[in-house]
């Protein structure tokens, strides 16, 4: 009796120590899940503030972009109106070339500025010939007032326009001059005289 007494006594202790070994174990299970439940919740908070962040930059750039494509419509819109004024411009210019042309039979082509002053690619004449130059309006250093320099453009003509040029022309007007500002009208006429001469 007393052996199966001992036997049943451990029987129980060992139940007693295994239910308690197995309580620890649902413990730690419990506890390990809470842990794991816990740290997905602070995951959950921390991508739902990030979400919450993003979406809000997403809207803020947003907002950018519209106000810069509204920005880029104003600008578009305001060089559209630039370039019509332009246009506009362009053509003018051309009607007071044309009239020039008319009046003096001088067309200007081309002006640009350098260091050295202002220039004009021009071409004078009339039915008889026509003189292609270069004129530039730049400072004299010497004498502090302004000097034309003329530079003939001889090869946009064939040598058959050259050979009745020389014939109208005085020799001089083949080589580049120079000469006071106020001497540009006696140098206007004498071309427009010399090129009005019929060639015999």
Same mark, same amino acid.
């Given at each position: 009796?007393?052996g199966?007494?001992?036997?049943v006594?451990?029987? @129980?202790? %060992? /139940?007693e120590?295994?239910?308690g070994?197995?309580m #620890?174990?649902l413990t730690q299970?419990?506890? $390990?899940?809470?842990?794991?439940?816990d740290?997905a919740?602070?995951?959950v908070a921390k991508?739902v503030?990030?979400?919450?962040v993003?979406?809000?930059?997403?809207?803020t750039?947003?907002?950018e972009?519209?106000?810069?494509?509204?920005?880029l419509?104003?600008l578009?819109?305001?060089?559209?109106e630039?370039?019509g004024?332009?246009a506009?411009?362009e053509e003018?210019?051309?009607?007071?070339k044309d009239?020039?042309?008319? @009046?003096? %039979? /001088?067309r200007?082509h081309?002006?640009?500025?350098? #260091?050295t002053?202002l220039?004009f690619d021009a $071409?004078?004449?009339s039915?008889?010939?026509?003189?292609d130059?270069?004129?530039?309006?730049?400072?004299?250093?010497?004498?502090?007032g302004t000097?034309?320099v003329?530079?003939?453009?001889l090869?946009?003509?064939s040598?058959?326009?050259l050979r009745a040029?020389?014939?109208?022309?005085?020799?001089?007007?083949f080589?580049t001059l120079?000469?006071p500002?106020?001497?540009?009208?006696?140098f206007?006429?004498?071309?427009a005289?010399?090129l009005?001469?019929?060639?015999?």
């Amino acid at each position: 009796m007393r052996g199966l007494e001992k036997l049943v006594t451990g029987r @129980l202790e %060992g /139940v007693e120590h295994g239910s308690g070994v197995g309580m #620890d174990a649902l413990t730690q299970y419990r506890n $390990s899940v809470k842990e794991r439940l816990d740290s997905a919740d602070v995951l959950v908070a921390k991508l739902v503030h990030e979400n919450t962040v993003l979406s809000q930059t997403v809207e803020t750039r947003t907002q950018e972009v519209e106000n810069v494509r509204h920005q880029l419509k104003t600008l578009q819109n305001r060089v559209a109106e630039l370039e019509g004024r332009e246009a506009r411009q362009e053509e003018e210019i051309e009607i007071v070339k044309d009239l020039f042309e008319h @009046l003096c %039979g /001088v067309r200007v082509h081309k002006s640009y500025e350098d #260091d050295t002053g202002l220039w004009f690619d021009a $071409s004078q004449g009339s039915r008889n010939g026509i003189m292609d130059y270069k004129l530039g309006f730049v400072k004299n250093e010497s004498s502090a007032g302004t000097e034309v320099v003329y530079v003939p453009l001889l090869k946009q003509r064939s040598s058959d326009e050259l050979r009745a040029l020389q014939k109208q022309l005085p020799g001089y007007m083949f080589d580049t001059l120079s000469f006071p500002l106020k001497s540009l009208y006696q140098f206007y006429s004498k071309m427009a005289r010399s090129l009005s001469k019929k060639i015999e």
